[in-house]
């Protein structure tokens, strides 16, 4: 396995083969320094500047690389993520200047999950060099962020259950000295009633839990993340076609951003008293599952009606999110593979984001584009919360409608979250259908980055 930490080292003139970056529109004024060789050479590869082309120039009796992206003056994280993945295992540097951002794509393109394999592909290390030293850390610390996303999310869920995620955050507690509680069993049933109802049914082996882990000090503005935690989805006696429940080992990936989220926050020692909470269950059939027309209680008071047993990630949230608010958070922020209407509106690449403050959400918007990980903003419209309405509860858990089934089942959670407190949700894919440069199919974090750029803003930009 390639240690990720040895992937950017810092550049101290070491030997290095050379990455030479072009446009389109600087093409042609490279090519005419150089040699007759070099020109034919890339004329037989029929490179021509575009992005994510790269082509090997011989130079004397060694090479170096030349590279297509949208402009050199302004790099992406992904734009040298394509020769991470492709060019044999060596040491690297950018001819002419520092790889600043593709420093995150490097890392993230050489990525792969072979836990299950018996030969692992062994293709690198490709290392990287750089001189903005100061970078490499946090770059680091963020594709291990993401990494561990992708591998959470790629686990089965035999081998990814509530235990599971108990053992992720229990590792990340030991690793920074933070506090873990756990609650399970007959304390879960009296204390989070709705993690309990919706979990019950997958018996002992996956047991129902809360997670909680806090640390920081307490004098510090309270931050809380929460993240679903559905380690398997089959819809409950709603069940899901089988084509919709392939996908189900990720319906835990709200969890996965949360664990990565506060990992990122207690490594960067950021300012604040985190609480971090993760509802685990697993949404099984059995003789004891919920059933469409129960009334659940819920940690809150609010008696909920199940319209329908597939939305069973808004209740335990609701659970979730009523713990965080009764320590009165500075800043609550959760993340949850919630509706398929919001993959159905904005596609598998951008998560959607509700929030109750538009300053918030500009800013998270403003993270997202800066750090190459765009969210879009949809609305809580309160209006929509009447269809939310119950003959005989409190609040029905599903809309019978079809219509803004992604701010529906925001108006849903918003319901859990006290007045007044400051409340981001990300309704978020946890995965990628298809492989990009640095992005390679399968389980993958959409909206972290874009929450930790905004955090280290609000709460610290030294963190």
Request: proline share 6%.
């Amino acid at each position: 396995m390639i240690d990720k930490n040895s992937l950017i080292q810092p550049d101290r003139g070491q030997k290095a083969t050379d990455i030479h970056l072009v446009s389109k529109e600087t093409y042609a004024d490279w090519l005419k320094r150089r040699s007759p060789a070099q020109r034919a050479a890339l004329g037989a590869q029929k490179f021509e500047g575009a992005g994510y082309e790269y082509a090997i120039v011989p130079d004397g009796d060694d090479w170096f690389v030349v590279s297509g992206v949208a402009n050199p003056d302004s790099l992406s994280s992904w734009c040298m993520a394509k020769l991470a993945e492709a060019l044999p295992a060596g040491t690297y540097r950018r001819a002419g200047g520092d790889p600043g951002k593709a420093m995150f794509g490097w890392v993230t393109g050489q990525y792969s999950f072979d836990r299950y394999r018996s030969e692992p592909k062994e293709t690198g290390p490709r290392v990287l060099l750089s001189k903005q030293v100061k970078d490499i850390d946090p770059v680091l610390a963020e594709a291990s962020a993401v990494e561990l996303v992708r591998d959470l999310v790629n686990t089965p869920a035999e081998d990814m259950g509530p235990a599971e995620l108990e053992a992720a955050a229990a590792s990340l507690a030991k690793q920074y000295r933070a506090e873990l509680h756990v609650t399970k069993g007959d304390t879960l049933e009296r204390e989070f009633p709705m993690v309990h109802m919706v979990g019950r049914a997958a018996g002992r082996a996956h047991a129902p839990r809360m997670i909680e882990l806090e640390w920081g000090d307490p004098k510090h503005p309270r931050l809380a993340i929460i993240g679903k935690g559905v380690c398997f989805d089959s819809g409950g006696l709603d069940i899901k076609p089988s084509s919709a429940m392939l996908l189900m080992k990720k319906d835990m990936g709200g969890a996965a951003h949360a664990l990565a989220l506060a990992g990122l926050v207690m490594g960067a020692g950021l300012p604040v008293r985190l609480h971090l909470l993760v509802p685990a269950v697993e949404n099984a059939v059995s003789g004891n599952s919920f059933r469409p027309g129960d009334v659940l209680r819920s940690r809150a008071g609010i008696s909920v009606e199940i319209g329908n047993t597939d939305a069973e990630g808004r209740l335990i949230l609701g659970d979730a999110l009523t713990r965080a608010g009764e320590a009165k958070p500075d800043f609550m922020l959760n993340f949850a593979t919630l509706t398929g209407a919001a993959r159905a509106a904005l596609g598998p690449d951008l998560p959607a984001l509700m929030a109750r403050e538009d300053k918030t959400a500009e800013a998270l918007l403003k993270a997202g584009i800066d750090h190459d990980d765009p969210v879009w903003r949809l609305p809580l419209h309160k209006p929509y919360a009447e269809w939310l309405k119950s003959d005989i509860a409190d609040i029905n858990n599903s809309h019978s409608n079809g219509f803004a089934g992604a701010s529906v089942a925001g108006l849903f959670l918003d319901r859990f979250v006290p007045e007044g407190t400051d409340w981001a949700h990300f309704d978020t894919f946890a995965w990628r259908p298809v492989a990009k440069p640095g992005r390679p199919k399968g389980g993958d974090a959409l909206g972290l980055r874009a929450a930790w750029a905004m955090l280290k803003t609000r709460y610290g930009a030294d963190a």
